[in-house]
Structures are given as C-alpha cells and as structure tokens.
C-alpha cells in the first residue's frame, strides 16, 4: 500500500504542470535511468547517463541490493530551473545537487551555471545516488548518519589530501568525536563538521577494507530487517560497536603515528594545500577544456541538424 502510494505520488508530481518547468526538456534513457536535460547540455547528460549506469553497477556490488528503476534525473541548466524541479522546499545557494528517494528522484545542477564550471558533477551524481540506494535498502529503517554519509562518499570517491589533513589532525589532537554521537546528525559546518564526514568515510571504509566485500551488505540487511547498529555490525564483522571502533581508532593511530606532533601542523598543511592547489588548479583546466570541447561540438551538431531531425523526446511545457 505504501510502495503504491509513493509511486502514485510521484507519478503525478511528474505530470503536474505547477512543478515542471515551463521550458522544454528533452529525455534520454539508458536500461535504469531517465535523464531530462536542455539542448545545450547535451553532451554532458549523454556523459552522466553513462556515469549513472557504472555507477549503479557500484552501488550494487557494494550494497548487495539492486535499486529501484528507473531512476529519474534532472539536469538543471540554470540555478532557477534547479529551484523549479525540486519537489519540496527551496536547496541551499551552494547545492549542486539533491536526492529525493521516496521519489526516486535526482535533481543535478549543471556545471555551466556555476562560476568557473567543473566536471565533478558525475562525483556529485554518485553522491546523491549512493544515498538514494541506500535508503532504498534499508526499506524504510533509518540509517545512522555515519552509515549514510560515510557509504555517499566511498562511491563518489570524495577524499583529498585535505580529509586527509583533517582526520591527522584529529588523531593527533585526540578530538575524533565518537562515532556514536554521528547517528543521529552531524555537527553545525566548521571543523567538526568536516570532522565528521572524514570520520564517517574513514570507518565505512575500514569496515570494508577490513571484513571484505561482503560486511557492508550485511550491515545493510541486518539494519533493514529492524537489527540494532550494535547486533547488525556484529552479524556483518563479528564484533560490537565498541571493539570495531576501538580497532579502527587504533589503525588511524598506527597510520598517522609517523606524523610528528612536535612539527609543525602549518607546515604539514602548507605542503598539503599546495600538493591540492596543483591538483585542484589541473582539474580546473581540463574541465574548462572538457567543457569548452562539448560546446564546440553541440554548436556544429546543432548547425549540421535540421529541425525536427532529432530523434530525442520533447517533453515541452
């Protein structure tokens, strides 16, 4: 009764002309994904629909449930069509991207309404569609939020040199907050926040890393069939809450033990931030060539074709 209402609903959220945007959207399919776009974006919705395939292939390795499909996704063009397709509420100025899994529903803000446009749009996809899967399998048990965040950045893939820099740091400092305190939410944005996001990856990997490939779908199942976090995690490793957290905080210790507490951290952070700043500026460059590529490209695809050659659905207003 549930799943038919849910489906129900976003059947007609879908179809209701007060929350579509008034322009035209057109539509590619890929076997589990539908993805609406604009014609300037192209090349970039052809791109992440390929992302989101191999990204769902990820997930289910990983998860051991197979999501629901088709997933739908929005490719907002500008931040006002990003505002417009959101079912509910109003996204904060610097989202890029949102996930509504009782809609099964991903709204994507392009690259090219944000100033200086990146490609990591795709690692924002694999964010937003790790959350979405795992919600999904939990079939409507909460996950702590360490499970959910930490699981989100292990598929995107989202560690950098300064994570990294902010787990030494709380290992060194002895301020990693416990894991038990990240459940429920984490804390308000600043340093404990960051905190807790590299805290939350840290233990989702070491879980993984250290059980095999298996422990995280058991963890999942277990929390899914109404498991505590303590007898789920003890079905997945064979060991409580406690003993795993105390094992992980003893391998961070063992792996940043080599870090001299005496020297000094703005000299570690230094090096850090400008080892990212070479990285982060490479990056830059090749979206900007990447981007300025899939324009030159849609403008002779757009010259080359006559109207209504197309073989893309219009979804017009």
Do not use: C
């Amino acid at each position: 009764m549930k799943k038919a209402f849910v489906l129900s609903l976003l059947s007609f959220l879908l179809v209701s002309p007060g929350w579509l945007v008034a322009s035209s959207w057109l539509e590619l399919r890929s076997p589990h994904f539908i993805l609406k776009y604009q014609r300037s974006e192209k090349k970039m919705a052809s791109f992440l629909l390929r992302r989101a395939e191999e990204t769902r292939e990820m997930v289910v390795r990983d998860i051991g449930h197979t999501p629901r499909s088709p997933t739908l996704i929005y490719l907002a063009p500008t931040w006002g069509d990003f505002q417009q397709v959101q079912p509910r509420g109003t996204p904060p100025s610097w989202s890029v991207g949102t996930a509504y899994p009782e809609f099964n529903l991903i709204i994507l803000r392009s690259p090219r309404a944000m100033k200086g446009g990146r490609v990591e749009i795709d690692e924002v996809l694999q964010h937003e569609y790790a959350h979405l899967a795992l919600w999904t399998s939990l079939r409507g048990q909460e996950a702590p939020r360490w499970l959910d965040e930490g699981f989100a950045m292990l598929q995107s893939r989202q560690w950098n040199l300064s994570w990294t820099y902010t787990l030494a740091k709380g290992v060194l400092t002895k301020s990693l907050i416990p894991l038990q305190e990240l459940e429920d939410g984490f804390p308000l944005p600043g340093y404990q926040a960051q905190l807790a996001y590299a805290e939350s990856f840290s233990f989702v990997t070491f879980v993984k890393n250290e059980f095999g490939a298996k422990a995280l779908p058991r963890l999942v199942e277990g929390i899914a069939s109404g498991l505590d976090v303590d007898t789920a995690l003890r079905l997945a490793t064979g060991l409580g809450f406690r003993e795993l957290e105390r094992r992980w905080k003893k391998e961070l210790k063992r792996r940043y033990s080599w870090i001299p507490i005496a020297s000094s951290f703005f000299s570690l952070w230094f090096l850090a931030s400008l080892l990212f700043l070479l990285v982060y500026w490479r990056k830059r460059r090749r979206a900007k060539r990447i981007l300025e590529e899939w324009e030159r490209e849609e403008s002779l695809l757009e010259s080359a074709t006559p109207p209504g050659s197309s073989k893309e659905r219009d979804q017009g207003s």
